[in-house]
């Protein structure tokens, strides 16, 4: 039987810190692995680097530098025994997927790699990248063959501001390459996750969080499209979404799009993996909710556009002000924002179109290619969380 004794989690970012330290708190031994030297350092220090993120704070106090180790040096975690991967994947400008990243973090773990010990891949991936991609780069970093280490992968399924939560009461799935090796991550991962499942394989764990995406992204488009079509019925569209709701429908809310580094880009590793193998036809509905969804800008550019004909003022010379450009309320990120990338649209029509957000200064908004406007300055004010146009 295999002692695991000191887990190591790679990547210390939004996803992978509040892993470490939940693992910490449990009364695990903890190496923090992350390149960012000066992030090692401040939680070394006991500092929160995510501030956003509830109960962090006081978890890295208290573990931050003791029981939580982070370096920049991989050989310090060459003691642990079970390695934990959470760095980015990121998508090319055509949505496939650039595993340079999960490379370079796979490679270095190969590189102190011993026989014996668990990986186990956090990051969400397209299906199959555990079993293919990631057990090949550590065989070749670490000239161990493939049943001399376990493999397995466990999706985060966190949301950003409630990660700890998330991890202690959300339920978490975890599958082996190999049955040995589920057994192995169960084992371990359940001494700090309370509600684990395991399931048949790697790849049916990565699946499970693919599928997790499609499902949010097709029913935003959905209620998209159901949002455009009852404003075109002249019907209000709240009060029908209110009572179509019961246990058997759940119609989600209208928005913008889809914004996030998740949500819009998770189909895309299921349509690129269908289109290279040439099976055209398996998703079209994804790749139709990806267009809806997109597409919603225009919708509410189009919008916004008529509101300002009504406004007594040559059409550039009103002055529109859309509030909020982070891609979900409440949460000071980007990715993907369809927000932002609605007041650029605004601005490229040549309209006088600036923003406001709760969440950033003056110099921030203007450091996002737009102008800041007050939204008690405009003529319009666009809501982009509540999907309101005020005149003003
Ligand atoms: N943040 C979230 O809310 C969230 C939500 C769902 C899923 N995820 C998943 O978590 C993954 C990671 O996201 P994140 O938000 O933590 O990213 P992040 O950018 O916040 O953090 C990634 C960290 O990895 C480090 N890193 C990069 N290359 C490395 C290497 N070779 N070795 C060691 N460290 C390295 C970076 O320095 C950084 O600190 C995502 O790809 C996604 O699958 C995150």
Known sequence: MVIFTKIAVVGLGNAGLPLAAVIADSGQSVVGVDIDRHRCERINRGENPIPQEAGLDQLLKMHGGQSLLATADFSD???????????????????????????????SVGSILKEGDLVVLETTVPPGTTDDKVRSWLQSASGLSSGQFFLAYSPERIMTGYSISRLREFPKVIGGADQESGIAAYQVYRQFIPNLKLVSSARVAEMIKVMEGCYRDVNIALANELYRIAEELGVDFAEARAQANHPYCHIHLPSTGVGGHCIPVYPWFLIREMERRECFDRCRLLRLAREQNDLMIDHWAQRILLECMRVDKPLGQVRICVKGITYRQGVKEFHHSRNLALA????????DARAWDELLSKEEVEAKGLRWMLPEDADIVFDSFELEIRLR
């Open 77 to 107: 975690a060459a003691s642990c025994t079970v390695f934990i991967v959470i760095v980015p994947l990121f998508v090319d400008d055509m949505f496939n997927p650039d595993f340079c990243i999960l490379e370079s973090a796979f490679r």
């Open 344 to 351: 650029h649209l605004l601005a490229k029509k040549g309209l």
